[in-house]
């Protein structure tokens, strides 16, 4: 039932996001200058990449991988950026995904606050890699999915809002 309530949450401050961006630019123009701005802060094209978040019972998982399995500067600088991001997130800093979605994603106050109570672990992929984010307290958990849904929606990678009963992927 948290997760339905999160997800609508989230949905509503996309919406109400957008809306008021649509004075100045629309849907299309902020998901490109998201793009841009994720560009500049993480190193990497988001054309010559694809992400990935997934929604675990324990936490989540934020994947990148090069699309092109050749494209080892890709590869290469996914790994950097992710394996810098778990150091900042287990800080509580947040700055980077502030400054690509130009906005304080939902979820990220609480994990600041709990950061304590929850794990970052980096793990290279064939093609990239992958942050797998854990936590046992529940006001934590709730703020990862809440702060994972946000990064679906706003990279537009389709996947799912529902919490996989899988224990983890592996490649």
Same mark, same amino acid.
């Given at each position: 039932?948290?997760?339905?309530v999160a997800f609508f949450?989230?949905?509503? @401050? *996309? @919406?109400?996001?957008?809306g008021q961006q649509a004075s100045s630019t629309n849907a299309s123009d902020h998901h490109c200058d998201m793009v841009q701005r994720g560009d500049q802060v993480m190193g990497?094209?988001? +054309?010559?990449t694809t992400h990935h978040f997934h929604l675990l019972p &324990? *936490? *989540?998982a934020i994947e990148v991988e090069? &699309?092109?399995?050749?494209? +080892?500067?890709?590869?290469?600088q996914i790994r950097m950026h992710?394996?810098?991001i778990v150091s900042m997130f287990a800080e509580g800093n947040f700055n980077a995904p502030m400054f690509i979605h130009d906005t304080t994603p939902p979820g990220v106050p609480t994990m600041t606050k709990l950061r304590g109570e929850i794990q970052y672990q980096f793990e290279e992929t064939s093609s990239g890699g992958r942050v797998r984010i854990a936590t046992e307290n529940a006001q934590a958990l709730d703020a990862v999915h809440a702060f994972l849904l946000f990064q679906i929606i706003e990279h537009q990678t389709g996947d799912s809002a529902i919490v996989e009963q899988a224990a983890g992927r592996k490649e």
């Open positions: 039932m948290r997760l339905i949450a989230i949905l509503a @401050v *996309g @919406v109400a996001a957008q990497f094209s988001a +054309t010559k &324990n *936490g *989540g090069a &699309n092109d399995s050749k494209d +080892t500067e890709s590869r290469d992710l394996s810098h």
